[in-house]
């Protein structure tokens, strides 16, 4: 049963515009949320973490938000850009790392 | 910069063969993992290791073995590969899971088995 999920397969956005990708969670023990970035024959390379005491991280264009009551996080990536092309994985930490499907965002120049 | 690497990035075989795949790390991290990404299915974890000589299975062990007989060193073992193990194959490392704690992964192998 997928502990960590992303609905949508695939997001395109022009360059310039925010994109928004999304993550929903069904156990509420997890504590520690993190954003994957992977790129075509390459391994997946952190991007950004929150804590479950936070509702808000941001690194440069990359800010994550948590909401706790809807279990759901988000990755903002403003403004995009060609390079940010690729698949995003969520994951959530546990007794072990649960990734979500992932979400392959294409950024249009 | 942590280190985690995969000896092959391609690598085909044929039905029926036995098939090594190597990860070494260079963070003297102690938990190692094994994860298969198929196309819509995302990550999946095969087998993870605590510490050296112990393994657990992750959600799809079947058809897979691993082996930890270095804490640097994780290797997954197909006993006889079926080309529904054709996938991406990635290795990571970290600390134990928990706030703070993240997976560094390798380059991957892509497998595909003809």
């Known amino acids: 049963d997928q502990q960590v999920k992303q609905n949508s397969p695939s997001l395109s956005v022009q360059e310039g515009r925010i994109s928004i990708l999304n993550c929903d969670y069904t156990?509420?023990?997890?504590?520690?949320f993190l954003w994957y970035k992977k790129y075509p024959a390459e391994g997946p390379t952190f991007l950004i973490s929150i804590s479950s005491i936070k509702d808000k991280n941001e690194d440069g264009r990359f800010t994550v938000f948590l909401n706790k009551s809807a279990k759901h996080l988000s990755l903002h990536i403003v403004p995009s850009q060609p390079g940010d092309s690729a698949v995003y994985f969520c994951a959530a930490s546990g007794n072990q790392f649960y990734f979500g499907t992932g979400t392959s965002l294409t950024v249009i120049p | 910069d942590v280190k985690v690497t995969q000896s092959s990035r391609y690598l085909v075989k044929r039905t029926g063969e036995k098939v090594f795949l190597e990860c070494v790390q260079d963070m003297d991290h102690e938990n190692m993992f094994w994860y298969r990404q198929d196309p819509g299915l995302g990550l999946r974890l095969i087998y993870f290791s605590y510490d050296v000589k112990m393994k657990e299975k992750g959600d799809i062990p079947e058809g897979y073995s691993v082996s930890r007989e270095k804490k640097e060193r994780f290797s997954l073992i197909l006993e006889s590969a079926s080309t529904n193990q054709t996938s991406m194959y990635l290795c990571?490392?970290?600390?134990?899971?928990?706030?703070?704690?993240?997976?560094?992964f390798g380059s991957g192998t892509q497998l595909s088995v003809l």
């Open positions: 990571a490392s970290g600390w134990a899971a928990g706030t703070n704690e993240k997976l560094f």
């Open positions: 156990n509420s023990m997890f504590d520690y």
